[in-house]
C-alpha cells in the first residue's frame, strides 16, 4: 500500500506566506523559505505553494522565492500561481519545483491541462479545484479566481463533472479544496470527497478543514484520500507533524515516520 501524504499549505502573497479564512482576511504567518524548512524538518512529505493572487493579477508566480526554497529543502514542492503557458511552467520547474499545480487557468483554457502533461509528464501536473457548496442550488460549485474576492466568480462546473474533465485531459493528481470548510478547523468534507474518491482514479489530496488530528484519520480511513493538505494547524502549531504522524501509524494508517 502506498503510503498517505501529510502535505503543509503556504499560501503566498506580497513574498509573505498568509493564511486566511475561506479564502479571506488573510493574516501574515511568516517568511517563506524559514517555514519551508521547518516543515521540511518536522517531517513533511511534501510541501504545496500557492500565489493566490497571481491569477486574479494576472501574473505569473514570482519565481524568485522557488530556487530559494529548493536550496533548503529535500522533500518535493508543488507550486501554483498563474501558470498559463508552457515557458511559465518551465520556468518554474526548472527553478526546482517537483510538480506544477493549475486552477484558474486550466478553467479558462481546460487544453493547457493536455499541453503540460504531454510535455512535462502527467506525474507533475497537479489540478487544484476550488469547490463550494451552495446552499441554494444544493450543488458543489467550481469557482475561479479565488485569489481575490472581488473577482471571484461562480463557473459553470459542478465539481464532479470537473473532476472527470481535468482526468480526461491528463491531470496527474488533484487537489480538492473545499472552500466552505477552509480555516474553520471542523474537519475535512467527508461526503464530498468520498464522492470525489469514487470517480477519481489519480491521486486526490483533501484540503480545507483540518483542526485536530482525527481529521486526518478520518480522510484516510473514511474516504481513501491519498494525501491531507492543511496549513493553519501546522502554522499555528496546533499540530506537530511528527506527532501526527505517530498518531496516523497508531491508527493503522498507511504512513512514513
Same mark, same amino acid.
Given at each position: 500500500?502506498l ?5 503543509? @499549505? ?12 475561506? +479564502?479571506?482576511? #488573510? ?15 518536522e ?11 497571481? $491569477? ?14 529548493a /536550496? ?14 508552457? /515557458? ?5 520547474? !526548472? ?8 486552477? $484558474? ?5 481546460? $487544453? ?5 502533461a ?5 506525474? @507533475? ?8 457548496? @451552495? ?5 458543489? !460549485? ?10 471571484t ?6 465539481? +464532479?463533472?470537473?473532476?472527470? /474533465? ?6 496527474? /493528481? ?19 470527497? %468520498? ?11 483533501? %484540503? ?6 482525527? #481529521? ?6 473514511? $474516504?481513501?484520500?491519498?494525501?491531507a493538505?492543511?496549513?493553519?494547524? +501546522? #502554522? ?14 497508531? !491508527? ?6
Amino acid at each position: 500500500m502506498l503510503a498517505k501524504r501529510i502535505i503543509p @499549505c503556504l499560501d503566498v502573497k506580497d513574498g509573505m506566506v498568509v493564511k486566511g479564512v475561506k +479564502f479571506r482576511n #488573510h493574516e501574515i504567518i511568516g517568511d517563506i523559505v524559514p517555514l519551508a524548512k521547518r516543515y521540511a524538518e518536522e517531517g513533511a512529505d511534501e510541501l504545496v505553494f500557492y500565489d493566490i493572487t497571481a $491569477s486574479s493579477d494576472e501574473r505569473v508566480v514570482d519565481k524568485s522565492w522557488v530556487s530559494r526554497v529548493a /536550496e533548503v529543502i529535500d522533500i518535493p514542492f508543488c507550486v501554483a500561481g498563474g501558470i498559463k503557458t508552457i /515557458e511559465d511552467a518551465n520556468r518554474t520547474l !526548472q527553478n526546482g519545483a517537483d510538480k506544477i499545480s493549475i486552477n $484558474s487557468p486550466a478553467l479558462a483554457d481546460p $487544453s493547457l491541462i493536455t499541453k503540460l502533461a504531454d510535455k512535462f509528464g502527467v506525474q @507533475c501536473i497537479v489540478v487544484g479545484i476550488d469547490s463550494y457548496y @451552495c446552499d441554494e442550488t444544493q450543488q458543489y !460549485q467550481v469557482k475561479q479566481f479565488t485569489g481575490d474576492e472581488k473577482r471571484t466568480v461562480t463557473t459553470t462546473w459542478n465539481t +464532479f463533472d470537473w473532476v472527470k /474533465e481535468v482526468q480526461a485531459r491528463g491531470a496527474g /493528481e488533484i487537489v480538492l479544496n473545499v472552500m466552505n470548510q477552509d480555516g474553520v478547523r471542523q474537519g475535512y468534507d467527508l461526503e464530498q470527497l %468520498s464522492r470525489v474518491r469514487e470517480i477519481c482514479n489519480v491521486p486526490l489530496i483533501a %484540503s480545507g478543514g483540518a483542526g485536530e488530528m482525527q #481529521h486526518f484519520k478520518d480522510a484516510f480511513k473514511i $474516504s481513501d484520500v491519498d494525501g491531507a493538505l492543511a496549513a493553519s494547524v +501546522f #502554522h499555528k502549531s496546533i499540530i506537530d507533524i511528527g506527532e501526527l504522524k505517530q498518531y496516523l501509524k497508531q !491508527q493503522e494508517v498507511a504512513i512514513r515516520l
